[in-house]
């Protein structure tokens, strides 16, 4: 989808996002970075809570963070956290907030060397209920 | 996985729960059953909150119950709403809740109808973070 | 509110309650047990989830449970967990939760040691966001 | 707490930001500003979800944005609604989301024409369950 060059600033941005992470509870940080359609780059970490419920998972911080800076449609994802021995998708709670805002993300899962799998919300929610179930 | 008749009394309890939803601000009901690794059938419907982030899914109603009342081992579940022209599957966030209690999840996706589609959390969920990920 | 030996029962349930919370993570078990305005008592504890955003609280599971079991209307609750020194109310989310089903909760904060306050949600959550500023 | 001309600057931000809701369910836009120690303004609103529970407020979404910009410390929030005819405090979820990051918030809720009343975290989420509570 994006160029060689705009996939390595994305997945570069979401390593660094890691670093604000609030996690004392997990001590397990998360951070990620959306590509919009319009190609600028919003970043995110994980945000954690006394009571863990109330924890959001750093995809959800930036894609909420995208919204209410006016960002409306996006083209893909870079997540990264600490696991180095294989490439892990984003919680299914993260993977129905991406759905809300279109179904052709491609997202890249990012591990702390760097490297990083190509995949795509397609792959990752099949079946998957989305808005338009509800007639939205 | 299970035997016909009990995947008959799975679906039927499923269909039986969405009768209990309270869903005032989407008028969407769902309703879910849980089969237990001991063959007990748990059921729960979608519980909505004025304040829509508080909202709960029928599936999670379902585990959080059987979680309370002592099972922790589980072989299926079917989940049943309003949707007539497809088989829709669980939101995202309530497939990450089902792979918290196992993998071997088999879902029953279950039309207005009485008809219901076969699936997996394997399927539904692939490339999971899991309490693996977490070292516990 | 009730009497003396439903109170009593009550903040006992909450307490069994507790032993069987799923908290792998933050290794903080709590209790609920709630009162229908009819004299039935439902219990639950809280349901953690790797991705810690999914996890659920004892009360909130205790009300879902009751609602998928038919009630609605709701007159006291208990809640116990590991503090000793001092009385906790519930989280705020739980608070929300509560107040989506009637405003004269009466709430009963235990200690381990089965000693209790007596409080209320009208105190918990004052100047509240409820159902009727939605129009329901 | 701040001085009046930026009490009124967090007051028109919070303003400006519920234009920015995702609110396709509820049709309910929720704006919020957040002030910092350091002085600055955070904005946030609601960002909705299809399956409701996945839904944040306009409080969090502040909250998780700060965080994210490497922000730790705050003074006050402001808050706006549609509501017209009295000030309603942000929900249960988004106090508790507060007190995760202080105990000393100022709460401005405000109103549709900009006429706002002064509040706190403290008497809006009495006998708290806060961070100190888990040993953090
Ligand atoms: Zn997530
Ligand atoms: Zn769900
Ligand atoms: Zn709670
Ligand atoms: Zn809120």
Not at 7 to 32: D, I, N
Request: hydrophobic residues 40%; neutral net charge.
């Amino acid at each position: 989808m994006a160029d060689n060059a705009k996939v390595k600033e994305l997945v570069s941005k979401c390593m660094h996002a890691r670093e604000m992470a609030y996690c004392p509870y997990s001590r397990f940080p998360v951070g990620a970075a959306i590509l919009t359609a319009g190609g600028d780059i919003i970043t995110g970490c994980n945000v954690e809570n006394a009571s863990f419920g109330l924890t959001v998972c750093a995809e959800r911080t930036a894609i909420q963070r995208a919204i209410a800076e006016g960002h409306r449609k996006f083209s893909a994802i870079a997540v990264t956290c600490d696991i180095k021995d294989s490439f892990v998708g984003p919680c299914g709670a993260c993977r129905q907030v991406l759905i809300e805002f279109g179904t052709d993300w491609v997202v890249y899962l990012t591990k702390p060397d760097g490297s990083y799998k190509e995949t795509s919300l397609k792959e990752l929610l099949p079946l998957a209920f989305s808005p338009a179930h509800l007639g939205n």
